[in-house]
């Protein structure tokens, strides 16, 4: 059973910068797809952004292209998302998760995704 645990989160002035972390557990981190997702109070969980198994390939919503970075350590089973101007509407419980059935990196729908960690709050103040 992998294990997802999420840090980084905090409170921030809107303009300011964030990086989460996502450590998982395991040794085969390597093969999988990594995504990060949130979910702000009332709304859908929502995708934000996606990372290759070998980290060379990326895909981001809309919402933060531009201002959100993935990237990933495999030699440290981490994943990562720099958040830089950070906007009000970037408030909400984010999430790492894994994809580890197929290659396309290119998924936005969080039941294609198949383990969860507990997610970290991030809240931006305007």
């Known amino acids: 059973q992998v294990q997802l645990v999420e840090s980084g989160g905090g409170l921030v002035q809107a303009g300011g910068s964030l990086r989460l972390s996502c450590l998982a557990s395991?040794?085969?981190?390597?093969?999988?797809?990594m995504g990060w997702f949130r979910q702000a109070p009332g709304k859908e969980r929502e995708f934000v952004a996606s990372i290759s198994r070998t980290g060379g390939s990326t895909y981001y919503a809309d919402s933060v292209k531009g201002r959100f970075t993935i990237s990933r350590d495999n030699a440290k089973n981490t994943v990562y998302l720099q958040m830089n101007s950070l906007k009000p509407e970037d408030t909400a419980i984010y999430y790492c998760?894994?994809?580890?059935?197929?290659?396309?990196?290119?998924?936005?729908?969080?039941?294609?995704?198949?383990?969860w960690g507990q997610g970290t709050q991030v809240t931006v103040s305007s």
């Open positions: 998760a894994i994809k580890s059935r197929g290659t396309s990196i290119v998924v936005v729908t969080p039941t294609l995704y198949d383990y």
């Open positions: 395991g040794r085969t981190f390597s093969t999988y797809i």
